[in-house]
């Protein structure tokens, strides 16, 4: 098993940048293909994110795509969301998550096994 905690959650402008970590203990994170998600109040969980154990191989959702960047570092067992050009639409909860299978470009939430408790990111326009 393996236990996810974010930060690096708040309040920032619209156009701003923030920087999201999921420090990952218990087993080592790089045993996993790790993703972001978020939930916006009234909606369901959308993908945002996902990398593969190695971070050679990502994927984005096209609402994050070229503003986004995920990346990992191993070594500290911390995936990264840098998340910049933030818009009003960004509000939301943000959740990391693991799942321990080969790497592909899963984006469903059924697909990933362990989560964390989410961080909080508010976008003021």
């Known amino acids: 098993q393996v236990q996810l905690v974010e930060s690096g959650g708040g309040l920032v402008q619209a156009g701003g940048s923030l920087r999201l970590s999921c420090a990952a203990s218990?087993?080592?994170?790089?045993?996993?293909?790790m993703g972001w998600f978020r939930q916006a109040p009234g909606k369901e969980r959308e993908f945002a994110a996902t990398?593969?154990?190695?971070?050679?191989?990502?994927y984005y959702a096209d609402s994050v795509k070229g503003r986004f960047t995920i990346s990992r570092d191993n070594a500290k067992n911390t995936v990264y969301l840098q998340m910049n050009s933030l818009k009003p639409e960004d509000t939301a909860v943000y959740y990391c998550?693991?799942?321990?299978?080969?790497?592909?470009?899963?984006?469903?939430?059924?697909?990933?096994?362990?989560w964390g408790q989410g961080t909080q990111v508010t976008v003021s326009s």
């Open positions: 998550a693991a799942r321990g299978t080969m790497w592909s470009a899963s984006t469903g939430v059924r697909d990933y096994d362990y």
């Open positions: 218990g087993r080592t994170s790089r045993n996993y293909v």
């Open positions: 990398i593969s154990r190695s971070g050679h191989s990502t």
